[in-house]
Each structure stands twice: as C-alpha cells, then as structure tokens.
C-alpha cells in the first residue's frame, strides 16, 4: 500500500500501534502534542538534534529504508555519547514521499526503534510531512550526571590524544557501495562485485553502532579533558578540540588504527589506507584526550588507542610519519554546501 | 553570497556569533555535540517537535524568510501551551538549498530567535544539510508543574467547549495569498489586489502567535479537563479531543468567533465563513473543554468563547444551526497524503 492510500493520520496512528511509547520515565507517549517525561534532579539535560536526507546522507540503492533509520538514530545517539550521557527519549520528524510504500516508512521506524530500545531508551513523539525526498530529523534528549559530561573545551597541553575502534571503514564502505550502486546497472560486473566484497564490509556505513557504552566505561574510569565523535573525520575532529580548546596536536602515523578491512581493500580502493582513517567521517568513533598514561587503557573492556598529544602550538596539526619526519595536517572533512 | 561560498561550518560559525545561546538555565550552548541545560526537579518535561517543508507547508513567493522561521517556531510554541507548559530551550535542523543567499539563511534563523525571545527560552542547538528545498525541522523542550499538565484526553460529558481568539484566518489568508501569487505574474491586477487587501489580512498565516500567556493564565484560572491547539481545523482537532477522551460534541453555530476580516472578505473567498471557522488549520488557538461555568470567563484577560458542550455520544460532532436544526459534521481538516 502507498502512503497516500493510508494517508498522514492513518500512518502515525499504525506507527503509534506498532511502536508504543512506554518506560518508567514516560508519563506520556505518542498521540498528544507534546510527550510528558519525568526528570531527574541530579542529571544535567542534553539536547541534540541530527538530521539526514536522502541522496545526500543516504542513497536507497543501497541503503535499506531500515539502514536509513538505524544510522539517523545512531548519529543522535552518539552525539550523547560524547557528551558522557545516555539518551532519555527521541522525537523524530519524517518527511515522506507520498508514493513512498507504507511497508517502507514502517522498516524506517523500526530501525530507529530498535537502536532506541538497544540503547535503553523510546520515540516518545513525532511529526509527519510530505516531502519529494526522505528526511529524518532526529531530536534527541539526554542525560548526564555533573561529574561525567564531557565537551570539545578542556583539551590540556601534554594530554594524550585517544581514539576508540579502528579507522576508515565508513569513508571506504561508501566508495564502495557507489562503485555497488553503479555496478548494479551492469549485470555482468555485478556478481564479480559481490564475490569480491561480501556485505560486512558497508556494515559500518549502512549501520554505525554509536560509542554509548564505550563512553560510560570511559567517563567512569579515566581522566578524559575533551571529547568528541568522529562524524566529519578524524582531523575534522580533532580541528573542532584544538579550536575550542585553543591547543595544538601532535598525532604518530604508527599508532593510528587502520581498519583490516580497509588496509585489505587498499589495492582496490587506489587511496592510501591511512587516508581513509585520517579522513573518514561517519565513523562515530570516540576521539579525546585524557590526563592518563597509556597504561590506565589496559583495563578497559573498549579497545582504545592513543595516537597523539596535545600541543602548545595553537591550531597546528601535525604528524610524525613512520620515517619519524613531521608532516603539518590540514583539517579536510567532509563538507556540506 | 550564496550558500556554496560560506560553507556549512562558516554558517554555523556566523549563527553561532549572531544568536549566541545564553539563558539562566543554559550550562552549554551552541558548538559542542549536545546543548546541555539544567533541569528543574519539580516540574514535568514537555517535548515535541514540528517541521516546516518548502512547497508543502510555505511558499517562498509569498513567505519571507523570516516569517518562515517565525511560524515553525510558533507551531513548536503552540504544541507546548495546549499541555500547560513553558517552553525551555530548542535546537533546530536546517535543510537548505546551496544556491540560497545567507542573507536568506540569516533572516530564517532570526525569525525562529525573535520567536524564542518572545517567548522566554532560546535555541540551544542545531544541524545544517544540503536539501533542494527549505526544510525547517524544531524541536522544543519545555515544562510543566504537574497540577497545570493539559492533555487530550479527559473531556467530561457536560464539559463546555471553548476556543481562544477568532476563527477562520489563516485558511482565508492562505486563499488570498495563493491568489495573490498568481496576480504578481499579471501587473496589471496586482495592484487592484493590493488595493484591495492589505498585509494585515494574511497575518495570521504568515506569521501566527501562539497563545502561551493565554494558556497559563487559562490553566491557572480555569478547570481545564483536556485541551488541544488548533492547527488540523476546529473540527479536525474537536475529533482528537473527543477519540482521545472517547465523548462527543455539540457546537452552536451561533457561538463560533468567526474573524471580522473572514467576514468581511466572504464575497470575494466564494466559501462560507462558517466553513473557514470550522476548518481552517494552523490557527493556532486553544481548544479545550472546562468544569467552569461560562461566568468564570469573564475575568479573564484572554478572548475565549463557549462553542458547544461535550456529550455522551462517543465520536459524533454535531451543529445546532441558527435556525435550531441539527447537523452532523464530519472532521475534514487538513490531510498530508
């Protein structure tokens, strides 16, 4: 069925159906002007919001409209992360094309309401609105306690510059799912595609898993100074640190981690690995810097790796290749307009 | 300058710098991942979110920016009054096109802020993407002292129906103005059109007020059992109030405040006036049903009107006419698909 069968009011009453809006903080759900949510006295609120449109966040050649919902979610929730909090409740505004198949605009919701519910929290309220192409603006409220929140300020000179996971394969997954997109017009090249890249590889394109967990442990057990997630890249990042934090940063080309899958697609890709994980944005990695040695990581459940320091040098990026020459950085992320 | 030649982290940067984010309760502002504000440990937290699309729900040939912004910031406004509450703080998502002028960009951002200062909170965070058309997605939290907390549900058979301000504006002022975009293709009629109606008459679409003062004044003086804004039609919102509070309605056309301009213009809008009252959306005033005898309104600062009362006939909306015939209504409002 097309969604301007069911139509706007039929639409939010089956979202409403499907996916209730319950927990012991909501005293009021879905279907009124406004969600009503209990607060908390001891917590700080956080507020976010991250929004993505199709054909520029997204292509529906090969993202599923589940895929799409899942990654608008998981961007939301990692903005919390790296803040130190966790999320409390989400409202979501979905601009739908009316020839858009109701079955479609369902598997969106739920792979927004399964990060939520994976994450340990709900969609408590929504808007619904035509538009040519899919949009999801996801609003997202949190919460941190006082002693855990973490911002892009606070870098201190001498801190050591961590980042969690490995690097490059969001920047990686997508050039290949475009090269995907294009090969699947050419019925012939398209099977050798799929043999030579099973569908694990675009996983942390099509389905970024935010750090929410990995930051709890974090903000518990080290001495973090700033925090931020890597969406624009690793140097687009750490540039947003050092501007806010009036620093400068020294990174070590040997200790930044390479994705395997990415330094085994090298060949392929015709772009050296360690761009993809200087460069790459979407990777919703954590990258921040922390007053403790490097020995404090070892007891940590999240695989974290310290690349760098932080510098006097206010504004400079720079690099220790591995011939131990310094190479100055530029910031080059991804870029809207 | 277009968009294109700022970028989007120069536009962030200038929005940053032209509508910093400061406020009593407001510990981070704009440029980090999250907003982060205090809460309140007495009060229920409200939050809702509305969106704006280019061509959907505005008409940049007859729309300024500013009054854009001004109206997707009202319609958030209106969502947190019907629930009894105050509005906090918002973040907002921007789908702009590359080709648009930054001057343009400015006005729509200072159109949501002039809103947010009038009504006591400020804009605390946002997204910036690259879209064809102007998408302008809000999202608003706020609050509310349990006592004051306004829902849907809860109409009581007996309850009187009431509505703030006149009915029938917007939907006539959208009329006019249609109309009036396609007279700016004819000159010759464009200024007969403009003798004939002045800008005042399309004020309340262009640029609506939410009733927040009135909605706390009512909740504090009135006993208010459910209440809703109007922005689907009278009658549109009528049906939510009563599938929401399972009762239905008897209005009296007598008493529906139909506006003085609707009135005026009927001849050339070709439609009853009773018929813009009783449909015309986003008008943004206050429905709800009360305990209070109609003698409690008096002493209200507020314009309110008893329209009808709440019967025992579950979804049935009913007219008594001027002349005492009884006419069932059907709840045609504004549809999306």
Redesign the interface.
């Known amino acids: 069925m097309k969604?301007?069968e069911?139509?706007?009011?039929g639409?939010i009453d089956l979202f409403r159906k499907k996916f209730p809006a319950k927990g012991k903080r909501i005293?009021?759900g879905l279907?009124?002007?406004?969600?009503?949510?209990?607060?908390?006295?001891k917590?700080?609120?956080?507020?976010?919001?991250?929004?993505?449109?199709e054909k520029?966040?997204f292509d529906l050649s090969y993202f599923s409209c589940e895929d799409a919902g899942i990654k608008a979610m998981a961007a939301n929730i990692?903005?919390?992360a790296?803040?130190g909090?966790l999320p409390l409740?989400a409202?979501?505004?979905l601009?739908?094309p009316?020839k858009m198949e109701v079955l479609d605009t369902l598997n969106l919701y739920s792979g927004m309401d399964k990060m939520a519910k994976r994450f340990g929290f709900t969609i408590?309220?929504?808007?619904?609105?035509?538009?040519?192409?899919v949009?999801i603006?996801v609003?997202l409220?949190?919460?941190?306690e006082p002693k855990f929140?973490k911002?892009?300020?606070g870098a201190k000179i001498g801190d050591s510059i961590c980042v969690t996971g490995d690097l490059g394969e969001s920047q990686a997954g997508l050039e290949l799912l475009q090269s995907y997109a294009k090969h699947l017009d050419d019925k012939k090249d398209k099977s050798a595609f799929g043999r030579t890249f099973n569908k694990e590889v675009f996983g942390k394109h099509l389905r970024p898993v935010p750090r929410l967990n990995e930051s709890r442990e974090l903000v518990r057990k080290l001495k973090i100074n700033s925090m931020?997630?890597i969406s624009d890249g690793l140097l687009g990042d750490l540039y947003h640190i050092l501007e806010?934090s009036k620093v400068g940063a020294r990174l070590f080309e040997d200790k930044i981690p390479i994705s395997k899958k990415v330094l085994k697609l090298s060949l392929f890709l015709k772009q050296k690995p360690l761009d993809y994980a200087l460069y790459s944005g979407e990777e919703y990695e954590l990258l921040f810097t922390m007053s403790n040695k490097a020995e404090a990581l070892r007891r940590l459940k999240a695989k974290v790796s310290v690349i760098g320091e932080i510098t006097d040098k206010v504004l400079r990026m720079e690099i220790v290749g591995k011939n131990k020459k310094v190479r100055v950085l530029g910031k080059r992320g991804w870029?809207?307009?």
């Not at 409220?141 to 941190?144: H, M």
């Open positions: 969604l301007r069911l139509g706007e009011f639409l005293v009021l279907g009124d002007d406004c969600a009503v949510l209990k607060s908390s006295p917590n700080l609120l956080l507020f976010t919001t991250d929004s993505l449109m520029v966040h990692s903005d919390i790296v803040m909090g409740a409202v979501v505004s601009g739908l009316k408590v309220g929504g808007d619904i609105f035509l538009s040519d192409k949009v603006s609003a409220l949190g919460e941190v929140l911002k892009r300020s931020i997630d806010e870029v809207h307009f």
